[in-house]
């Protein structure tokens, strides 16, 4: 939570992953939070002025915004009011690919694998399932057979939509 801003785009930049998971302190081992490019936008949409924050958010987004105009250091914890997440989900490295599916699924965009201890041991994502199933494929008959088939055909999505001008 003490890291800069800063040092964690840099992360991101640099090393490619999708997200940088974050911990309270350098002692602890659990992850609290994550940071990543969403999270990045919201900073610099508070730094250039161009947000529209929430009631709630207007002192923290006002503070951060000082500090980015005097040039001073910005900590994650600092910007964390300002980054809508969503619930950190783990799942144990044993569990199966049908219960990651089952939790990506429900809407989660991605969850935290972890060991015995509770640390995190890596990161699954909905992305990264559709890469699995897109690169593995053709291990899988039967998944290979689906891929020609129309969506209609295969049922997938909501039939009831609603829409407003």
């Known amino acids: ?5 800063e040092e964690a785009t ?6 490619r992953p ?16 994550t940071f990543d490019f969403k ?5 610099l949409l508070v730094v250039v002025g161009l947000a529209k924050p929430e009631e709630d958010q207007i002192e923290a987004s006002n503070n951060v915004a000082e500090k980015a105009q005097k040039g001073e250091s910005i900590t994650l914890k600092e910007i964390q009011p300002l980054c809508r997440k969503e619930a950190l989900v783990t799942l144990p490295s044993l569990s199966n690919l049908a219960q990651a ?13 972890t060991n015995e201890s509770e640390e995190a041991v890596g990161i699954m994502s909905q992305l990264r399932l559709v890469e ?3 690169n593995e494929g053709v291990n899988f008959a039967s998944i290979d057979q689906l891929y020609p088939l129309s969506l ?3 049922n997938i999505g909501t039939k009831d939509t609603i829409s407003v001008r």
């Open 101 to 113: 599916m089952e939790v990506l699924g429900s809407g989660v965009h991605r969850l935290l694998v």
């Open 1 to 5: 939570m003490d890291t800069t801003v």
């Open 132 to 134: 699995f199933f897109w």
């Open 39 to 43: 999270d990045l936008n919201a900073y």
């Open 10 to 15: 840099m992360l991101l930049l640099k090393s």
């Open 152 to 154: 209609r055909d295969l």
């Open 18 to 33: 999708t997200v940088v998971l974050i911990r309270e302190d350098a002692q602890s081992s659990a992850a609290v939070s």
